[in-house]
């Protein structure tokens, strides 16, 4: 009883100290006035200064062109990202509300964006020549055009500070930092104009490399704030409760922390201490932290008992790890061992060592190099605005992903580093960080799952992909098939642009996963890394080819509508159609075998056609892929007569399409009919 009264007690006055901070967050750690006051001032005079400066000197407009440029893209960024530009409440600063903080923290996430990209443009002016066509375009040099940007952006970045996002006092330094940088560049600019700047552009880049290392370790650090704060409970509580049990956690007799648990087939796990001796990698294991990782323990060690013996050693029973004691096949899948064991024989059977050999073959990684260069090829013409360049930079792009595919199942080499790196190759189809939550874990945990697999949730502004969700008009329009193409157009839109920058403000995939990697510098600098090289590569690069202004558009929408079909009439058709949706009533293995479940809400395709096998990159054969997730595609083929006929003895519908538009007349049809409102339909 008396430990009891004494967390309490603590509790207690860990929420009172937790309330305190939280109300001095709001307010600025002082007063809102001190916080406000400057800001409003210095944003103010700055905007009389600029001008005083554009009027004095014409060629200046350009610092006013990219501060207006930097609101347009902030409220772009906040409307894909679902956010709101907050305001503070003057009669509601003594507590903070959980809607408040997200809305807050989206803000300084679309700040801090905001300044990469204008980060991103200026380095692609200064790697610009005098003579090309984008420069001889604005009748200026590289380095004026360059700083006219970061000018603006700063300007923006006081004006967008002291409206939506009031720093604390603590920040107050960065402010005044941003304040004297802006003061020197905008003279910079009122001396020197826009021919005498040629001996700043050392400078220039060592300040642009300085900035966007603080971005990135700002926007660390506000996704780990916006992940801490992703609760139903209010921060204080949240807040309080966490630090409760991280005390508790001291005792030997209360477990830790569920973000540092790994779970098992029910049970909990702590394996900090085996993370860096993974022998699949540090990556491998750590997508699994703080989940139910069941489904990828059991996919990915399929021809071994030693991951049992060693996850045995780490069970936690009262808070502390136990020694072996679980029961041998307490929580094995009869199904699943059977295909294992048949499956393991068959890869025997064909020369190959299931654990040894199941990564990619010499052919396959020269398969890989091949992609690779054809794909460095194209790209050099897709940025010098070349249509038919951008047309074949996405088909090679797409290529390509079957090595991000297999690197993101850790398939491509027994070399965990190797791996990591060939996850890079999905970049131009989605982003590589979020692609292991979203596809590795969630989408091959739980396929086909309305309630934890974020597939089904990408793209509901257009297409309709289960009767889960609500009717509306625009889905009458999905049974015509043109409708439905270009709806897959913008596939990659969203997994490469609009669905990251969701999960960047908001730490999850709509609700369902947690974005884990939030927390940790590197991964984040990772995601927001390919978000600004992704858009400056695809959308800006063109422009300053030198090509007229629409042409250099067309190539960019080329490259992105290209790939979004490819991607989509490749990976959507492989598990949406009616018999893979509606699983209830297939089998009764179902309701208990994660195997059969993902047997059943997939498909293959054309399974015989070597060309098909390519085209798709391997995802004609989809069954034996999400069975076996960390076997190479180009081992599958050997497999597929095996599961075939171990399904068929267990009764597990196994669906093969001998056409891939066959399989695509079964997605349209399960398209057309959700097309119609159900609810208004009157049964004849």
Excluded at 259 to 274: A, C, E, I, P, Q
Excluded at 423 to 452: E, F, K, R
Excluded at 564 to 590: M, P, R
Excluded at 627 to 655: D, M, S
Aim: contains cysteine; charged residues 15%.
């Amino acid at each position: 009883m008396c430990n009891v009264k004494i967390a309490t007690a603590d509790n207690s006055a860990a929420l009172r100290n937790v309330q305190k901070l939280s109300s001095q967050s709001v307010s600025g750690g002082t007063s809102s006035k001190t916080a406000g006051l400057p800001l409003s001032f210095l944003s103010l005079l700055w905007l009389a200064l600029c001008t005083i400066l554009v009027k004095r000197q014409n060629e200046l407009i350009a610092v006013f062109f990219s501060f207006v440029s930097s609101f347009g893209v902030a409220l772009v960024l906040l409307s894909l990202g679902r956010g709101t530009i907050w305001r503070p409440n003057s009669e509601n600063k003594s507590r903070i509300s959980l809607s408040t903080q997200r809305q807050r923290t989206a803000n300084a996430v679309t700040k801090n964006l905001v300044g990469l990209l204008n980060c991103v443009a200026s380095l692609l002016f200064l790697c610009c020549t005098k003579d090309s066509g984008v420069i001889n375009s604005i009748s200026t040099t590289p380095e004026f055009a360059a700083l006219s940007i970061l000018t603006g952006y700063l300007a923006f970045d006081l004006w967008y500070s002291a409206s939506c996002y009031p720093p604390p006092s603590a920040r107050l330094l960065s402010v005044w930092e941003d304040t004297v940088t802006l003061t020197v560049f905008l003279v910079v600019l009122a001396r020197e104009g826009g021919n005498g700047l040629g001996s700043f552009r050392g400078k220039l880049e060592l300040w642009v490399g300085y900035k966007v290392v603080r971005l990135v370790l700002d926007l660390s650090r506000g996704n780990s704030h916006n992940v801490f704060y992703h609760s139903s409970s209010p921060p204080t509580q949240h807040f309080a409760e966490t630090g409760s049990r991280e005390m508790q956690s001291k005792s030997k007799h209360v477990p830790i922390g569920r973000d540092y648990l790994w779970t098992v087939h029910g049970k909990d796990y702590d394996l900090r201490d085996f993370v860096d001796r993974h022998p699949g990698g540090k990556e491998a294991i750590e997508l699994g932290r703080g989940r139910d990782c069941s489904a990828m323990f059991e996919s990915y060690h399929p021809f071994t008992e030693q991951h049992r013996i060693v996850l045995q050693k780490y069970e936690l029973v009262n808070g502390k790890s136990n020694g072996p004691r679980t029961e041998k096949g307490s929580d094995l899948d009869p199904f699943y061992e059977t295909l294992k064991e048949r499956v393991a024989n068959a890869l025997r059977e064909n020369g190959l060592d299931p654990n040894l050999d199941r990564a990619s073959t010499l052919s396959r990684a020269a398969y890989y190099v091949l992609i690779l260069s054809c794909l460095i090829v194209s790209a050099s013409y897709h940025v010098r605005g070349s249509i038919r360049g951008a047309f074949l930079f996405a088909v090679f792009g797409w290529l390509i992903g079957a090595l991000g595919h297999d690197g993101g199942h850790f398939a491509v080499s027994c070399r965990p580093f190797v791996n990591d790196l060939s996850l890079w190759g999905i970049s131009l189809l989605c982003n590589p960080v979020m692609w292991q939550h979203q596809h590795t874990y969630a989408h091959h945990s739980h396929t086909n799952d309305y309630d934890h697999d974020p597939d089904l949730h990408h793209f509901t502004v257009f297409l309709r992909v289960h009767r889960r969700f609500k009717h509306d008009k625009i889905y009458g329009l999905q049974r015509n098939t043109v409708f439905v193409f270009f709806a897959y157009a913008f596939v990659v839109f969203g997994t490469c642009i609009k669905i990251p920058l969701g999960m960047i403000k908001t730490g999850t995939l709509y609700g369902i996963v947690e974005w884990t990697d939030g927390k940790r510098p590197l991964r984040a600098f990772m995601m927001l890394a390919h978000y600004a090289l992704y858009i400056g590569t695809i959308l800006i690069a063109p422009f300053f080819s030198g090509r007229p202004w629409y042409v250099a558009l067309l190539a960019g929408v080329t490259h992105m509508a290209t790939s979004g079909i490819l991607f989509a009439i490749f990976s959507q058709i492989n598990h949406l159609n009616e018999h893979s949706i509606e699983t209830d009533g297939s089998c009764d293995l179902v309701k208990t075998s994660w195997a059969a479940n993902q047997v059943v809400t997939s498909n293959n395709f054309a399974t015989r056609s070597f060309a098909w096998h390519v085209l798709s990159n391997g995802l004609n054969l989809q069954i034996e892929h999400h069975l076996f997730p960390g076997l190479n595609h180009c081992h599958l083929h050997l497999i597929a007569p095996t599961v075939r006929q171990t399904c068929e003895e267990f009764g597990v519908p196994y669906k093969s399409y001998e056409t891939w538009s066959e399989l695509m007349g079964a997605t349209l049809g399960w398209l057309d009919a959700l097309s119609v409102d159900e609810e208004k339909t009157v049964p004849s």
